[in-house]
């Protein structure tokens, strides 16, 4: 058809049709603007989206999961919060005082952390104020955060149904 056109001067034909590219390339963007309106208005999800708001940011952020990482951007593991709300844990309490295990806790507060949380925020403090935004913890400092999630031992931070560490 391009080789007709080509040697046709006279008369020259439109091309009307769209490259799939193009169709493909539009349909991912209006597919992740729906993903991002129903993530912004569902109810689940609430830790998870404190580090990951946007979904094209999440989409573009190469991630090798761990099980600790799963943890502290889901809540859902082997912290005692969690394990309680299934009774599979007597209490909900951290091993280190008083408040409830949470990965807010493990991440901010918690005793048994503070010197793998203190590598975190001296190398946050490099390039950046600290405490940060869990949304920054992803975008700027991916690296330190991961270490510090994996250098987590739940085992350890958690108590066993007879009451045992």
């Known amino acids: 058809m391009a080789k007709e056109v080509a040697k046709n001067t006279d008369t020259p034909e439109c091309y009307d049709k769209v490259p799939k590219s193009v169709v493909e390339s539009e349909l991912e963007v209006l597919s992740i603007e729906k993903w991002q309106m129903e993530w912004d208005w569902s109810t689940k999800g609430r830790i998870t989206k404190q580090y990951f708001p946007n979904i094209a940011d999440r989409l573009n952020i190469k991630l090798n999961l761990t099980h600790n990482f799963t943890l502290m951007v889901t809540g859902h593991g082997n912290i005692n919060s969690y394990l309680h709300r299934f009774k599979i844990s007597e209490t909900p ?12 806790r493990l991440l901010f507060q918690c005793e048994l ?33 991961l270490q510090f999630a994996n250098a987590i031992v739940t085992d ?9 560490a």
């Open 93 to 104: 309490l951290c091993r280190c005082g008083t408040q409830d295990q949470t990965t807010d």
């Open 113 to 145: 952390l503070r010197k793998k949380r203190n590598n975190l925020t001296t190398t946050i403090r490099k390039t950046d104020v600290c405490p940060t935004g869990k949304s920054d913890l992803i975008k700027k400092h991916l690296r330190a955060f």
């Open 156 to 164: 350890k931070l958690t108590i066993k149904p007879n009451g045992d």
